[in-house]
Structures are given as C-alpha cells and as structure tokens.
C-alpha cells in the first residue's frame, strides 16, 4: 500500500525535531551549552510541517484529524510543539526546546513505526461537539506536557544546587521561583482547557463510555488536587514539579485507553 502524501511532512517534521536532539546531545558532550537559538528554530520549522500534515490529512478526512491512535499522537505533537512556541519566547525559556524536543521525536516516531495507522471503513458522520471536545482535550495534553517538562526543568535545578554538581545547563536554567511560577501558570492553563473538554464532550448528542468519563473526571481531580494543593502551599514546589510529571504519565495512560477503548467500538 502506498504512503500516503501527508505521511511525508510528519517524517520532515520528525527529522527537525531529531536535529533539535541531536544538537542538544553535542552541545552536551561538548560540555558548553549555549542559548538554544538552533533548537527554537528546528521546533519552529518541524511546527509548520506539522500543521502541513494535519491540514492535508483534515481535508482528505472531511473532519479534524484524531479518528485513530496514530492521528492523535501526532496532534498531540504538535500541540506540544504549538504551545513551547508561545511560552517559550513569552518566558524566556529557550532552554526548555532541549526537553521539549525529545518528547515530540518520541511522540511521532512511535505514531510513524508503530502499526496504528488504520483507516476506518465507512463514513460516519461529523460531530462538531465530538471534536472540539477532543481537540481542546488534547491542546489540555499539550499543556500539560509542557508542565511535565517544566517540573522536569525544576527538579533537574534543584539537584543541582543540591550537590553543588553545577553543569553548564545550570546556568541557562530560569531561576526556581520564575520556573515554579511557569509551572503555576501551565497548570492553570492546561486545567481550564482541559474543564472546557470535558464539558463539552456532554454536548454530543451521544452516550460516551462510562469507563472513559470516569477516567477523564479522575485526571481532571488529580489536576485540581494540584492545583488546590498548590494553592494553600499543602505541597513544596519539589514536590508540585514531580506531580506535574505524574499527572502527565496519567495522562499519556488515559489518552491511550480512551483512543483504543474508541477503536474497539468503532461502527463502521
């Protein structure tokens, strides 16, 4: 079976988020880590072939593109990539690209090997709810990826200045409190997206599997456990960076249950 043309920009885009990694790994044995200038540029160029092939794969499909787990890791890229474009300037956080990098070259090398590619027979009609339901679910992802890598950032800083093993990273990092105020603001935005989702998945005009409304409910507790946590200081900064990188993994964990859960009851 041929490949289709769209499949194309995807690999180009996963060659400039492998050019990113790659750069960031010599900088690294060079032991001299400079401002990522390269790396907001390969994230940037790797962002438009992204959205190329999403737009082509939208129009051929007649619909937003998430109909299958392949088509949905790839939106979830992007909006991984989508959203370090506007924090990362925004914040002055250039090095947050030599983190951000690896997760959208493991996002789509996973959706362009792994055999989940599969196109569903029929046509079933388009739910506007449906997808922006999913879609707003997933930018939420998105948000929360880059909180991940954020609280990586900060725990990564925090060992640091722990052992006083000071590497050249260090002193690219943001200070703490500017880089837990981040993390805040990440949480925030991923949490009222991600509520917008939710809601609107009631909207439908059909019945969703209980299995998976009980598992986005509980993200969403998790994320709002967070948050009040946050909130009445119940919880150190150390401690609210390593729960953004759990509520993630919960988050890939669900992401890949709802999609699958979906194609086993997929009607042709």
Known sequence: MPCPVERYFLVISTVCFFAAVVHTVIELRAKVFRP?????FAIGLGSVFQTAFLWIRGQELGRCPITNLFEVFAFLAWSVALVYMLVGPAYRLSLMGAF???LVLLLQGF??????DT???GTVPANSWLEFHASM???AYGVFALACIAGVMYLL???QLKTHHLHSIFYHLPPLTNLFAVITRLLWWGFALYTVGIVSGFFTGRPLPRIQVVAAIALWLLYAAILQARHLKWLAPKR????????FSAALALLWGITFTAELHHVP
């Open 36 to 40: 990522m200038r390269f790396n907001f």
């Open 100 to 102: 951000t990098a690896p």
């Open 111 to 116: 959706a362009l090997i792994a055999p989940i």
């Open 119 to 121: 196109r569903h027979s």
């Open 137 to 139: 679910s997933l930018v």
């Open 157 to 159: 800083q925090e060992r």
């Open 240 to 247: 609210v960076a390593a729960l953004c990188i759990i509520g």
